[in-house]
Every structure is written in structure tokens, then in C-alpha cells.
T-cell receptor
């Protein structure tokens, strides 16, 4: 069965302490991998789409990378406002739905 | 440009009652999706419209759920009769596939509580 696994489930960092979130997937025929940010009580907010191994994308303190089996979301010198749940999702060539992981709850302490 | 909007933001109903959720996609987006997250679980796909046609409804839990998208604009998701296990957050997303991208943009969700 196709699966998306995110780790860690939760992460607490001090402000300025860089780290990485992981998303691994066991699917074939990957069309795209997506990262979303979700704040409490809100919908997922789009961050990045990655389509091929070796691709990287950056936005402010975030950088997403993709290999053939996993993706990393690197967060550099985070600030308290970066606290949120980060969701990874994958999409296949066979259809258009996306399959989500359970997310990583990130908490940045001031 | 307005994002995906959903109404209502919250709904509390009794078991056996009917509830209708509405989603307005981003203007011009042909693809509209419904997803659901129940407590403690990941967000899961329910169904996909392309314009007014159902492209994929493989995620619909049972025949108590009915989705429509008349005219290819907004969509409704009706639950009738509601059961306790239908409680959760229902998200709508829309996309416009191009050669280079097919990103789905999500609405704020409707939190449904069935008592």
C-alpha cells in the first residue's frame, strides 16, 4: 500500500536552532511531492512542489529537497512564527489525489 | 485573488440529521477536491471533480455522502443521515493543472461535530 511517513512526529527547537524534517514514501510512479504548513484551526497552506529527484526549492528560512525515496524540509535559524504543523503529501501519475503524511508538529521556543 | 472558501466554518448536529457543506474554489480552477481528517488521523481524500464531472470518488466512505458540483463552480457535500464517525474536519481544495504544475490549494475547512 502506498504510504507517506513523516518524522519526527513533534520537534521542539530553540529560536535560531536549525534542523530538518523528513518525509519518506513507498510509492511508485511519483508525479509530485508537496509540502504544506498548517496552523491550528486553518487549512493547509502550500509551501513547495517537487517533481524530480535532486530538485530543491527555497522560501525564506525553508528549503525542500527530494530524492528517489524521501524529501527533507530544512529550516534554517527558525523563529517562533515558524511554529506550525508541516505536512508532506505525494501525488501519483495514475490519478490526481494526494496522499498525506501525519505531519510534524514544530514548536520554536523564543 | 480570493482563495478557496468553505462554509460553514463549524457545524454541530445530532446523529441522524443532515448537514450540507459548501466549497467555493479559486476562480478558474477546474479541479475541485474534498478531503477529510478525523481525530488523530492524517488528511484523507474523498473525491475529485473536474468541472462538473466526478473524476474519482474512491474515497467516499459510504452512500450517506453525496457531493455535487452543479455548473462546475462551487461544490456541496451532503451527509445524510449523519453518524458519530462522520465527525472531523472537511477540507476542500482546488487546482488548475498546467504543463508544469498541479498544486492543490486548500480552504480553511469545516469542522463537523456529530453528537
Amino acid at each position: 500500500e502506498d504510504q507517506v511517513t513523516q518524522s519526527p512526529e513533534a520537534l521542539r527547537l530553540q529560536e535560531g536552532e536549525s534542523s530538518s524534517l523528513n518525509c519518506s514514501y513507498t510509492v511508485s510512479g511519483l508525479r509530485g511531492l508537496f509540502w504544506y504548513r498548517q496552523d491550528p484551526g486553518k487549512g493547509p497552506e502550500f509551501l513547495f512542489t517537487l517533481y524530480s529527484a535532486g530538485e530543491e526549492k527555497e522560501k525564506e528560512r525553508l528549503k525542500a529537497t527530494l530524492t528517489k525515496k524521501e524529501s527533507f524540509l530544512h529550516i534554517t535559524a527558525p523563529k517562533p512564527e515558524d511554529s506550525a504543523t508541516y505536512l508532506c503529501a505525494v501525488q501519483f501519475h495514475r490519478d490526481d489525489k494526494i496522499i498525506f503524511g501525519k505531519g510534524t508538529r514544530l514548536h520554536i521556543l523564543p | 485573488e480570493a482563495g478557496v472558501t468553505q462554509f460553514p466554518s463549524h457545524s454541530v448536529i445530532e446523529k441522524g440529521q443532515t448537514v450540507t457543506l459548501r466549497c467555493d474554489p479559486i476562480s478558474g480552477h477546474d479541479n475541485l477536491y474534498w478531503y477529510r481528517r478525523v481525530m488523530g488521523k492524517e488528511i484523507k481524500f474523498l473525491l475529485h471533480f473536474v468541472k462538473e464531472s466526478k473524476q474519482d470518488e474512491s474515497g467516499m466512505p459510504n452512500n450517506r455522502f453525496l457531493a455535487e458540483r452543479t455548473g462546475g463552480t462551487y461544490s456541496t457535500l451532503k451527509v445524510q443521515p449523519a453518524e458519530l464517525e462522520d465527525s472531523g474536519v472537511y477540507f476542500c481544495a482546488s487546482s488548475q493543472r498546467t504543463v508544469s504544475t498541479d498544486t492543490q490549494y486548500f480552504g480553511p475547512g469545516t469542522r463537523l461535530t456529530v453528537l
